[in-house]
């Protein structure tokens, strides 16, 4: 099945520092989404694309869908410690059998105040 | 108050009994899904509706039943043939107006 390289694994910042984090893939995905996951709570969606190349942002978020379709990058401006969570990045392909996702291993974030 | 839920939040059971887990969503998505996290992994997909009375196997389907009698309820069995099924069950739903997907809190299955 496809697999989703998903990096760093885990990242410890100071507050007011940015992150990124990114996801590479063997195989092209029609959208990729991005989640937060606090403990013990579902996913919650951060930002999803749709167009190869294109740039979104969601207040101190930013997300890229890679030109060739393979991969996706998101950064979090000016940490504040409620970014604590691990970030999971999804690519979304369309099927015969209807759309599925696949998802990354996580970026596990603290931020120290 | 539009949204998925899921329950209960928390489920122990005996080794070697079948356990039903619920979700029940309200925003009128015609696909639901079904997904299966371990400790410090991602999400691997176990089955999938995407209408009424059809549903596929996902990439971890052996151990595991479902039904879609309904168009807001997608329960999931987990058998007694389900090796490890001590696990964080989520439960999501598909938008058809943004083609993304929305989970709901989640059960923690232990199976003692």
């Known amino acids: 099945g496809q697999q989703l390289n998903q990096s760093p694994q885990s990242m410890f910042i100071q507050e007011g520092e940015d992150v990124s984090m990114n996801c590479t893939s063997s195989s092209i995905f029609n959208t990729w989404l991005w989640y937060k996951q606090d403990p013990g709570e579902g996913p919650v969606l951060l930002i999803a694309l749709y167009k190869a190349g294109e740039l979104t942002s969601n207040g101190r978020l930013t997300a890229q869908f890679g030109i060739t379709r393979k991969d996706s990058f998101l950064n979090i401006s000016a940490s504040i410690p409620s970014d604590v969570g691990i970030y999971f990045c999804?690519?979304?392909?369309?099927?015969?059998?209807?759309?599925?996702?696949?998802f990354g291993e996580g970026t596990q974030l603290t931020v120290n105040p | 108050d539009g949204g998925i839920t899921q329950s209960p939040k928390y489920l122990f059971r005996k080794e070697g009994q079948n356990v039903t887990l619920s979700c029940e969503q309200n925003l009128n998505h015609d696909a639901m899904y079904w997904y299966r996290q371990d400790p410090g992994q991602g999400l691997r997909l176990i089955y999938y509706s995407q209408i009424v009375n059809d549903f596929q196997k996902g990439d971890i389907a052996e151990g595991y039943s479902v039904s879609r009698e309904k168009k807001e309820s997608f329960p999931l069995t987990v058998t007694s043939a389900q090796k490890n099924p001590t696990a964080f069950y989520l439960c999501?739903?598909?938008?058809?107006?943004?083609?993304?997907?929305?989970f709901g809190p989640g059960t923690r299955l232990t199976v003692l």
């Open positions: 999501a739903s598909r938008s058809g107006s943004t083609d993304t997907q929305y």
């Open positions: 999804a690519g979304q392909l369309k099927g015969t059998s209807g759309s599925r996702l696949t």
